[in-house]
Nanobody, 123 residues
Framework: QVQLAESGGGLVQAGGSLSLSCAAS????????MGWFRQAPGKEREFVAA????????YYADSVKGRFTISRDNAKNTVILQMNSLKPEDTAVYYC????????????????WGQGTQVTVSS
């Protein structure tokens, strides 16, 4: 079992940057593919980025490609989402999630979820 806790959200102006962190419990963190999702008010939770178990392969939603970077440190049981050139449409609650699959963008493949952290981008 994995427990996840996100941090780093906040309010930022358009064009700014934020770094989200996800701390995971458990000794088997490196065996889980990790992802970030987001949910804006009135919308479905959507895929943002994913990183493979070893950290070598990354996958991004088209809407964030070139602006966001996902990384993981298996020694520290953490996953980072670096967000640059933020836009008002990036405003959402951001969730960290863990999957038994090596790498996936499919929401239903993720078993464990954090509580989420709010990101608000002002125009």
């Amino acid at each position: 079992q994995v427990q996840l806790a996100e941090s780093g959200g906040g309010l930022v102006q358009a064009g700014g940057s934020l770094s989200l962190s996800c701390a995971a419990s458990g000794r088997t963190f490196s065996s889980y593919g990790m992802g970030w999702f987001r949910q804006a008010p009135g919308k479905e939770r959507e895929f943002v980025a994913a990183v493979s178990t070893g950290g070598w392969t990354r996958y991004y939603a088209d809407s964030v490609k070139g602006r966001f970077t996902i990384s993981r440190d298996n020694a520290k049981n953490t996953v980072i989402l670096q967000m640059n050139s933020l836009k008002p449409e990036d405003t959402a609650v951001y969730y960290c999630a863990a999957s038994v699959r090596v790498l996936t963008s499919i929401k239903s493949d993720y078993t464990y979820w954090g509580q989420g952290t709010q990101v608000t981008v002002s125009s």
